[in-house]
């Protein structure tokens, strides 16, 4: 038999639709990529003869994992860009039973932080709908909504916090009744301000087209559509009833629905996969980033005991069942991972299609075994589709328990059909998650209870034990680092997250390092006055005994200093704590489930060292809209950009702790979040570099900050009285500011531009620098950043009309070829 060809394999077959579109006249126009992703079959369905049958979706045409995953988790960047990180991070992901259920769950996945629902025609005791509606072409069209948090839905904004996204996703977009129908039943229950419509293939006609936008201005919402290709089916008059007829003809043949059996078979294996306790086996009910988080740390075992039992396999499907399609895919990726096998994936359907074995023809044969799931609507045929005759030598089936009944074993069940086409069937059951009655304030209790206590030096960091408790974990046993340039090819491509890896430790050469002691006994009286201003600002304004909690790692030698100063001049022991936050996955839940068991969250006040242009503001408060009593305000040391309400100072200058990576930091490294090492029960990580220990001025650093507390202490008394009486709303003059570099500099990405001193000498240690904006007449504050960009080779501008005192740019689209063999930065283009 054979089978879709991916654009990444060699392509000399047939188009899939041929067949259909020779004998009915029907036309598939639009994108070019549209007939790599879809073909064409004939259903037995009296509302619509024909069927776009996806080669990417993994659920009538075996497909790499990978690329079916893959898919789906492009949509969700996509809207991810759409929205921004701080929509995205709200939004709630729904998919469609039952072909989009694997599709919706990764593009929730490819949005980052979204929880995933989908919908559902399996009634559950006990949890009672939170909506349904028809879906109009379906052979089966009843939808059930059956979220265990019954919460999940609510998407109006309030006056304690912005509305949610709602984020729809199916595999094709043909009339868009579906949808409509979907939005009307639940914007009466659930109002909202903003949706996303989400497909592999946009197929609207014209007539239709105008209909989404006409829709969304009678609810008074906004209605975006995020498609990976477009175009349109043109059917010929009489379409429905030549279909009908041509069904019903093929379906006199009496060839066999699928290739003779091969003779007998051994009996299939069931293979225990050690599913985790408590994990849902999708989103029937809700699927949550902790959820994901423990999902991604358990695949490599459980696709490690499946290839285990495959042995010498070469070509294995791994097989999903009706609505379960997310959990069977992402044991076929790790699978993928885990085996030198050709790995394919698709589902078993209760769409009933006609098989024709033409290389023209989508569906090529048909397995038909009874349903094995004591379904509501009673008994009947299931079908898996192009499964027989593929040259399958073993084949997994994937089903929840609910599913693992006797008609699954039965002689003409769905594993005796698979039997007789593979040398080899598996069996892996997933258990039927069953909401949990646990009150969610209890199980919070309870997960953090489980929490390891906070690391502290001199075990972990070169802070004494009372300055600091790291709510990390110790990574320092990891290889993480990787160079420069090969880190920021992969950022920028997509390929990794900036958080999944290390820079190379800086090693200042000796003229940079008495350059950083110069800048610190030229500001360290500066610096103090700050320390002093943004602590009183603190202690008047929220309570005689704050909770300290850093933003590691810049902020934690500010928030070390902070702490000595309450010391020095109040006698107060203040707690003080660094948590983990990152750009685009948020900050560490499990740190703030520590603190809230710990600590009462209105006393808790996060500190960074500086602000940007506010990213990080934004994203602490995106972050914490999840977690009731924290209080989304940051105190920083130096607000130049405008960005926050308690500062010490809104000058742009010279912080020494920003010259230097590690070393002034405790000799702790930045944060680390990646799946393979983070847990759903873990803490963020990080290195502890012991070995830089000659290296270290962080005692130095603070050493010479608290020496100077006494010395201006009158102008700090003078400085937090006229704070207090400010006005001192956030401007966001920075944030304007780097859009506007960022459009002026051709490079279109916020991201790329790294305003203020800190944020720029960051630039020229870890990233790959392009060039750096040089407010003029700048002095001694830009020394170590001359220094740098001449050791480093990267031009300096300097500019009139500046907020910043300087600006770094990243180089835009890098690649390792945009650097000179010398490693030095390219000049500017």
Known sequence: MGEHVTEEEAVDVKWSGDWVAERLGVELVGDGELRELLGLALRR????????????????????????????????????????????????????????????????????????????????????????????????????????????????????????????????????????????????????????????????????????????????????????????????????EKGRALVAAHEEDPSPEAPAPRGARPAPVRVELGWPDGLPDGGRHGFTPVHRAALEAALPDMAARIADALGDARRVLVLGFEELMYAPLRLGTALEEATTADVRYSTTTRSPVLAVDDPGYAIRTRLVFPAHDDPADGPGDRYAYNVAGAGFDAVVAVVDSTADTPALHAPDGLLARLAAHADQVLLAVVPSYAPSPVLPATLERQEASMLPEPLRGPAFSSYAADDVGWLLQDLSDTVLEAPTEEREEAIQSGGAHYAESLPVEYQPTPQYQELFKAALDASAARIARAVGTVTETVLAERGPRPVLVSLARAGTPVGVLMRRWAQHRHGLDLPHYAVSIVRGRGIDANALRWLAAHHDPADVVFVDGWTGKGAITRELAAALEEFDGFNPEIAVLADPGGCVGTYGTREDFLIPSACLNSTVSGLISRTVLRSDLVGPDDFHGAKFYRELADSDVSGLFLDTVAARFDEVAEAVDADAKEM??????????????????????????????KPGVGETTRVLLRRVPWKILAKRGAGSDLDHVRLLAEQRGVPVEEVGELPYTCVGLIHPKFTRGATGADGKAVAGQ
């Open 45 to 240: 369905n009296p509302k619509r003869a024909h069927l776009l049958v996806s080669n990417v979706l993994g659920k009538h045409v075996p497909q790499r994992p990978s690329l079916v995953y893959g898919a789906g988790f492009e949509l969700g960047e996509r809207v991810r860009d759409l929205l921004g990180e701080a929509e995205a991070r709200r939004a709630v992901v729904l998919g469609y039973a039952e072909t989009a259920t694997g599709l919706g769950h990764a593009v929730a996945d490819g949005l980052g932080v979204a929880t995933y629902l989908h919908s559902t025609r399996r009634p559950v005791a006990g949890v009672a709908p939170a909506g349904g509606f028809e879906e109009s072409h379906s052979h089966a069209t009843s939808h059930l909504l059956l979220p265990e948090d019954p919460d999940l839905l609510t998407g109006a904004a309030t006056e304690d916090s912005p509305g949610t996204p709602l984020v729809l996703v199916d595999d094709e977009f043909s009339t868009g009744n579906t949808v409509l129908n979907t939005i009307r039943d639940l914007h009466v229950r659930y109002p909202r301000e903003r949706y996303v419509v989400v497909t592999l293939v946009d197929m609207r006609s014209e007539a239709d087209q105008g209909r989404l936008a006409e829709f969304a201005e009678e609810i008074g919402a906004r209605v975006d559509l995020v498609a990976r290709a477009r175009g349109t089916v043109r059917l010929p008059e009489g379409v429905l």
């Open 724 to 753: 207090l009486a400010a006005d001192r709303a956030p401007t966001w003059e920075g944030w304007a500011a780097v859009e506007r570099i960022s459009e002026e500099y051709g490079i279109h990405d916020v991201n790329l531009v």
